[in-house]
């Protein structure tokens, strides 16, 4: 069984809560204070791509692995972020802002890195990108379900509060069965890669985070949203690079999605340590 039939449907719920929690006027109240939006988009969208590519060419990762952290790399914010955001005690209307905003862009960014990241390491080994089913993919499975969850919110505000609980407390525990039907179908190669991957993109992690903290200090960003943006950097739709890395339409490779599998437990790891220290320092 193909496990791009499991992260669909995840994908999309996933897509779809976030559409619940959009309100217009969250954008308007935080575009009044652009610097926190303006470091955590480069930091998501400019700065991990790069860390990415440069870690990649450090380990030297073969192809299929090199693809895969650029992938998870370019990929938008998580929709955990949100709720990390408030156990941080940070701006979570930022968060919410920041995660549709990186949702929307990366429709645009993600063919475009891809087509060079294939182009520069995967073309010599018969890896190719059908841009146009990846850009048909994304606007199927990110776009249309933030739309609809938008659209449920301000016609039926209830409902939509009422499924936003539900699917907001479904996110973890569907990525962790996600993640456990992909590791028995592919323990072989996860284990022999293991130490590897897992050092590459926790070092990705971490310097990542590092960087956009050191950005939101270099811009006077208060301390709610210089907490937002290390989550929001640090914490990528993994769901999403699963999807575009094991869809028989684009890449069709279950060893390229092993990176953005072992990025999406050591994200949880590092925010979940990173959050308990800064509420450890709040009391």
């Keep these: 069984m193909n496990t791009i039939w499991i992260v669909l449907p995840i994908l999309t719920l996933l897509m779809f809560d976030l559409g619940l929690t959009l309100r217009f006027e969250d954008f308007g109240k935080v575009f009044r ?169 926790t070092v990705l992690i971490l310097v990542a985070i590092t960087c956009s903290s050191l950005l939101s200090r270099l811009v006077k960003n208060n301390a709610e949203q210089r907490r937002t943006v290390v989550i929001e950097v640090g914490m990528q739709n993994a769901a999403q690079a699963i999807a575009i890395a094991t869809s028989p339409f684009i890449f069709n490779s279950a060893e390229m999605a092993i990176p953005a599998i072992l990025y999406s437990l050591m994200m949880n790891v590092v925010l979940l340590i990173y959050v308990f220290v800064v509420r450890k320092k709040q009391h």
């Excluded at 204070?33 to 590519?53: K, Y």
């Excluded at 850009?135 to 249309?144: D, E, G």
């Excluded at 379900?145 to 449920?152: A, Q």
Aim: aromatic share 8%; with cysteine; proline share 6%.
């Design 33 to 201: 204070r652009p610097w926190p939006i303006v470091v955590a988009l480069f930091g998501q969208l400019v700065l991990l791509p790069l860390i990415a590519l440069g870690l990649a060419k450090v380990f030297g990762l073969g192809p299929f692995f090199f693809i895969g952290l650029i992938l998870i790399a370019c990929c938008p914010g998580g929709s955990s972020s949100n709720v990390f955001s408030k156990l941080a005690g940070g701006d979570v209307a930022l968060s919410v802002t920041l995660t549709a905003l990186s949702s929307i862009i990366t429709l645009f960014t993600i063919p475009v890195i891809m087509s060079w990241a294939t182009l520069m390491i995967g073309e010599s080994v018969g890896i190719t990108l059908p841009v146009g089913n990846l850009i048909k993919q994304n606007l199927l499975l990110m776009l249309l379900p933030v739309l609809l969850g938008i659209g449920m919110h301000y016609s039926w505000p209830n409902a939509a509060s009422k499924t936003d609980k539900v699917l907001s407390k479904l996110a973890f525990p569907l990525l962790m069965v996600l993640i456990t039907v992909f590791y028995i179908q592919n323990h072989k190669t996860i284990l022999d890669n293991l130490g590897l991957i897992c050092v590459c993109v």
